[in-house]
């Protein structure tokens, strides 16, 4: 087992108090001795955070006490060393930027797809269409197999890509990204736009890694930290097997 705990979460939560909990977060991962970045924005918090074991667990449950992040879902993987240089934790707009502020993502909820069960679809050889959701480069270095790229340089850009699937609004779609972040919005975003049956995959590539492995994937996963990619048994991509 890798001696370092690798976390990835984020939650859609009014947050109204960011500076005093900018202050209680850091504190929490400092005094832990972990290392990455948390997000605080309006709209919610992002988090990628490694170190010891014990410590992020600890970090985990002491964020989880806090009633607007009990129900946060967290992505593990493991690695050797920490990927991260330094603790930051920022107050920022959005905590991924799509740029469309009068999006209520309660007005147009798409529901979540488990990754066992498009593991399923696959499987059966369902009509359906996977949207991905990432940048070119991420989109580069590993996807799901017959996934639309949308060859955008960042997820601002995403809105845009829609006049170019107009043929797909009744068609079944299924939006992924790494860790579910960023389909929280492009798939309401969709659903806004008219496409009738949008999906989420639940959890993103990474909690699909975890439960089905490499089945209808190819490539490695882009992860933002020093690792840079990970295979489908989530370990390094940079790393001998």
Known sequence: MARIADIAAYRFVPLDDRTLLR????????????????LLAPEGINLFLA????????????????????AIDVKWSGSDTVPFKRLRVRLKNEIVTLRAPDLDLA??????????????????????????TRNAWEVAEGSFDNAI?????????????????????????????????????????????????????????????????????RGNCVVFDERGALRPDLSPADQPQ
């Open 149 to 217: 790229d949308p060859h955008i340089a960042s997820f601002g850009e995403f809105p845009r890509f829609l006049d170019r699937i107009e043929a797909l609004k009744d068609k079944t779609i299924v939006t992924f990204c790494t860790g579910g972040i960023r389909c929280e919005k492009a798939a309401p975003l969709m659903k806004r736009a008219g496409f009738r049956h949008v999906h989420q995959l639940e959890g993103g590539i990474l909690r699909y890694f975890e439960q089905n492995g490499g089945a209808h994937w």
């Open 23 to 38: 202050t209680r977060l850091r504190e929490a991962a400092a005094s832990r001795n972990l290392l990455g970045t948390i």
């Open 107 to 132: 007005a147009t909820p798409a529901p979540y797809l488990p990754a066992a069960e498009l593991a399923r679809w696959y499987d059966e050889g369902r009509d359906f269409v996977m949207v991905d």
């Open 51 to 70: 170190g010891e074991e014990a410590g992020v667990h600890a970090f985990v449950d002491d964020l989880r006490a806090d009633a607007r992040f009990a």
